[in-house]
């Protein structure tokens, strides 16, 4: 398989047919849900739209929204370096449990969607199913998330799970979003716009059977960390598609990480992009970088 340079240019627009209207009328569904439930409509409730639609580097196959419902009142903390208790500056929780509000989420979504549509049988959201009115959608309840040293902290939201794993399931949706646009805006939107050339092709070494699934949040982060001038305004989309490639080859080619300082980073700035938290590894981005070079040179 070979891409065509139309091909390539026309990759890099947003999946939007009707999406965009689709999506803002979930969202509009979910928020009401939450504000028709008995318990929930009180409580101080975060609507938090996430994921590649909200950062505007979705493709086709991923176009479905991710949005956290997160209890405010509810903060789970990670301390750091001496930090306790004492240094959050909060009182003790007394609101409703972490079990009783995923419920609580769960029968809100069902009452504004009907059972057959919300599907909550996955340990971390409840699937929505779309239809010719809403989005495909993920709902994930979750709580406020600090990672506190003793004078400040870092603050991402922390999923709520059904069946505790031993892990903590945390991430930094605003800071991605900020880190994004920002890097976006210096290479005059390029970024982005690479972000979706290389999930479309993913999506289509996927579906031609070369290579399984390839995470779609990952290719975002390896974008990121990319340097700005390989988004030159002066090359084409294939060239500046090459050279990130390489770029990324080159990182994970090296198996050895190198000093913390160097050492290549989630969107949010606030994980590390490979080590043993993380469900991926080296090799798997060089085994896709390498197909997917193949077919753009």
């Known amino acids: 398989m ?52 909200k950062n505007n580097t979705n493709v086709r196959r991923d176009s479905d929204i991710d949005v956290a419902i997160v209890n405010q009142g509810l903060i789970s903390l990670h301390f750091h370096s001496g930090a306790t208790f004492a240094h959050s500056g909060l009182s003790p929780y007394t609101g409703i449990s972490t079990s009783d509000f995923k419920a609580a989420v769960g029968q809100a979504m069902r009452s504004e969607f009907g059972n057959g549509n919300v599907d909550g049988s996955g340990n971390k959201v409840f699937r929505l199913r779309g239809s010719d009115r809403i989005i495909n959608a993920d709902i994930i309840p979750s709580s406020r998330y600090w990672y506190m040293s003793p004078t400040h902290h870092v603050e991402g939201i922390e999923l709520i799970l059904d069946r505790p794993d031993g892990n903590r399931h945390f991430n ?91 050492r290549w980073l989630e969107v949010s700035h606030q994980k590390y992009l490979f080590g043993s938290h993380q469900r991926w590894s080296k090799k798997d981005v060089t085994n896709f970088v390498e197909t997917a070079f193949e077919v753009v040179t």
């Open 172 to 262: 930094y949706p605003d800071q991605h979003l900020d880190n994004g646009v920002a890097k976006n805006n210096r290479t005059g939107r390029r970024y982005k716009r690479t972000v979706r050339i290389i999930k479309n092709l993913e999506n289509r070494l996927v579906a031609d059977g070369i290579i399984g699934e390839f995470p779609s949040f990952l290719i975002e982060c390896l974008a990121y960390n990319v340097p700005d001038g390989v988004y030159s305004d002066n090359k084409t989309w294939r060239q500046i598609v090459m050279d990130a490639l390489v770029y990324m080859w080159g990182y994970a080619n090296n198996t050895a990480e190198p000093a913390d300082h160097l």
């Open 2 to 53: 070979k891409v065509s340079d139309d091909q390539l240019a026309a990759w890099t627009r947003p999946a939007f047919g009707n999406e965009e209207k689709l999506a803002a009328d979930t969202e509009a569904a979910i928020r009401r849900a939450i504000n028709n439930h008995p318990v929930l409509a009180p409580m101080n409730i975060r609507i938090l739209p996430k994921g590649s639609f």
